[in-house]
Each structure stands twice: as C-alpha cells, then as structure tokens.
C-alpha cells in the first residue's frame, strides 16, 4: 500500500481515487476548497483523507486532477511543495468546440507543466485517453503514458498496474502531444462516429 495525493475534486478525481482505493493504496484528496475535500474524502471512505491546498502533498505520486487552463497556475502556487515528486497530467488541452488542441505546435500541456515544477519533480502524462466514468474498479483498461524520466514513468507504470489496468510506455514526454491528440480523437469520435462516450482505447497485440 502507498500513498497517492489528488489535486482537484471533480468526476475524474474521484474515479480516479475510487480505483485507487480498490487497489489497496491511501487517496490524499486536495482542493481550494477544503470543506468539498473533506466530503469528498467522507464519501469516498476508507482510505481516503483530506489535505491542505499548498503544502507539501502525502503521496509521492501527485496526480494533477484539475482542468488544462488551471493546471501550470497551480504547479506555480505549489513550487518546492512538489519537488521529487512524481506528477500525473491527465489533462487535454482541447479548444472550447473540441475541434483542436489549444497548445502551440510543438508543445504540450504536460510539456508547460514540467516546465513549472521544481527541480526534482518528474512529469508523466497518464489517463488523459481514458475517460473518468469507464474507470469503474473492475474493468481491465490500458492506460497510455509518455514521460521523460525512466524511475517516474516505472512508479506511474507500477501505480496503473496496481490498478488493475495495463500501462503503455509511448515514449518520451514530447510523445504528450500526440497523447493529448489522441485524447481530442477520442472526443471527436464519441461526438460522431461512436455517437457516446461509453468506449476506452487500447491496443491489442496480432498474432
């Protein structure tokens, strides 16, 4: 059992610390407000507490459970309190219509984010191509992810694994990209060609 820190109190956060908590490990729920923290870590159970927004996070692995256009404010406000931490981006970037990515050409949004962090502190993109409502303790899932150190993207891997789900190392983090692109894909055919969003990506191996 390990501890692992969530920022941010909406649906994927807590799908997110529900399968967390089915795979044995203690949920630190962090947000501004700490009185929806505190309920939502009620809610949630055993296993589950409340932290305090700013200070240094329990878990070594800190999954960035908050929107793309909050998430470098909030590694900013955060500073050294992150350093040698391992941090999850499950964000997408995607303009108000979904119809493309709001980073510039070349970048990503995990990218912004490790250039925030502090010294020490690993960015892995993870989760972001799985959406929160198939997350449902149980299922079997693969899990895409992209990081530049070897030691955080083995702790993401172990940590999804734990989960019940099978991590795929896509390579560096300038790979976010095209995860975060991917995760517009994935949008764009839930609109259209599948009609919902009741589907997960994975791969799956010929032969």
């Known amino acids: 059992m390990s501890g692992i820190s969530i920022i941010g109190l909406g649906s994927m956060a807590r799908a997110l ?16 407000d700490r009185g929806k923290a505190e309920d939502l870590a009620a809610a ?24 793309h256009a909050g998430a ?12 040698d931490k391992v941090i999850i981006d499950i964000t997408n970037p995607v303009n108000p219509d979904a119809t493309g990515l709001v980073t510039p050409d070349g970048t990503s949004a995990a990218q912004q984010i490790a250039e925030a962090a502090p010294a020490g502190a690993h960015v892995v993109k993870a989760f972001n191509t799985v959406f929160g409502h198939v997350l449902a303790p149980g299922r079997a899932l693969d899990v895409l992810l992209a990081g530049d150190d070897a030691r955080a993207k083995a702790s993401v891997s172990a940590f999804v694994e734990s ?14 990209h095209w995860l975060e692109g991917t995760g517009l894909l994935m949008i764009s055919l839930a609109r259209h060609g599948i009609g919902d969003f009741d589907f997960t990506l994975g ?3 010929l032969g």
């Open 203 to 205: 791969v799956s191996r």
């Open 17 to 32: 610390a529900e399968r967390a908590l089915a795979g044995g490990h203690e949920v630190e729920i962090i947000g501004r």
């Open 44 to 67: 949630l159970g055993t296993g589950a507490t409340a932290g305090t927004f700013g200070t240094v996070p329990v878990g070594d692995i800190v999954i960035l459970a908050v929107s």
């Open 163 to 176: 989960l019940g789900l099978r991590p795929l190392d896509a390579g560096g983090l300038e790979m976010a």
């Open 72 to 83: 470098v404010p909030v590694v900013t406000r955060y500073g050294n309190a992150l350093a």
